[in-house]
């Protein structure tokens, strides 16, 4: 029987790590313990030490920043101390694919195998099995762990070698909120020249400018009058500046993820980092003295 270990077991690890409960015992840790309780409930154990967690063979990761991980395993007090060689460590964080090649490259030397592998498609997705996972790794190291990835999600990805997963991963956010605006800022232009908006998201959607945001953004979140997309304005900054820092990094021209990015900012400045993403609607609505939410 594999031995598995799930460490951070938020929003996002929790349904992730519920997959894998209904196939394997799972080892459970998290600096907050109330995060654990639920999930417990479903079968997993609660693990005090990091020392135990090292036991295991497969030892997912679902933390808020690189930073984070990069601490946790090769800190003073890290993982990599107790780790045993063959171990394999996948990291869902979303995460920089520098910090990301940085740690495989001294767990390599260890023989300890470090694959990045983010996910998109929320919670929601993570629970119902569908969420995309890419994953970054050798090809052998890939085939050895894609049958526990499958338990999570039929949609799993071999993206190339590790940080390609990270890449991937911030690339797509980048290009959703590149989209998302730009789909605001025309549709905005449309209802200030008269026209619905549902007409306008419903015209756009059946012709060449259809993108995620005219099929689900803007119809199912701001249209609706929902306003919750569940995905807060924080993670998306994050996301994006890990996609810029990676552009300057290879020295990549990337002006409307920076001019997006900056938009952004004028949300986050007025609702906060907490915020969720539909409240981009109404830096739009402000500036543009329209309306994009139904009217009460
Ligand atoms: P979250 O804040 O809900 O959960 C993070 C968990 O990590 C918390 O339970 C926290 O206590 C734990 N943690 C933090 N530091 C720790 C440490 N040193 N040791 C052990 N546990 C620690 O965040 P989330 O929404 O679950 O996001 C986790 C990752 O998933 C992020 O990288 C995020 O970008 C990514 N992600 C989130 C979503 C989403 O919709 N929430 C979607 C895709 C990807």
């Known amino acids: 029987m594999k031995k598995i270990a799930f460490i951070g077991l938020g929003n996002m690890g929790s349904p992730l790590c519920q997959r894998l409960l209904l196939k394997y015992n799972v080892d459970i840790f998290d600096i907050n313990k109330s995060n654990l309780k639920r999930l417990e409930t479903l079968g997993g154990r609660i693990v005090k ?21 990069e601490s946790l395993i090769i800190g003073n007090q890290g993982l990599a101390k107790h780790l045993k060689k063959g171990t394999s460590i996948i990291d869902m964080t979303t995460g920089e694919p520098k910090i990301t090649r940085k740690i495989e490259n001294i767990l390599s030397k260890k023989g300890i195998n470090f694959v990045d592998a983010p996910v998109s498609g929320g919670p929601k997705g993570a629970l119902n099995g569908t969420i995309a996972i890419m994953a970054g790794c050798k090809e052998d190291h890939y085939e050895k762990i894609k049958p526990l990835l499958n338990v999570i999600s039929e949609n799993v990805f071999h ?38 908006p549902n007409t306008a998201v419903e015209v756009i959607q059946k012709s060449s400018g259809r993108n995620y945001a005219t099929e ?28 810029l820092n990676n552009g300057e990094l290879l020295k990549t021209d990337l002006p409307l993820g920076k001019l997006s990015k900056k938009i952004l900012q004028e949300t ?29």
């Open 49 to 69: 030490d990091l020392q135990t967690i090292a036991n295991n063979d497969f030892i997912f990761l679902c933390l808020p920043t690189s930073d984070i991980v």
């Open 159 to 196: 993206t190339g070698d590790v940080g390609s997963g990270h890449s991937l991963k911030a690339g797509n956010n980048l290009l959703n909120l590149i989209c998302r605006i730009a789909t605001f800022e025309v549709v905005s232009l449309l209802v200030k020249d008269g026209i619905d």
């Open 216 to 243: 689900i953004t803007l119809p199912d979140n701001i249209l609706s009058g929902k306003m919750f997309q569940g995905f807060t304005t924080g993670l998306m900054n994050k996301d994006a500046t890990i996609a």
């Open 268 to 296: 986050i400045e007025e609702f906060g980092l907490e915020a969720d993403m539909s409240n981009i609607a109404l830096t739009f609505e402000d500036k543009n003295q329209i309306r994009l939410r139904p009217i009460d």
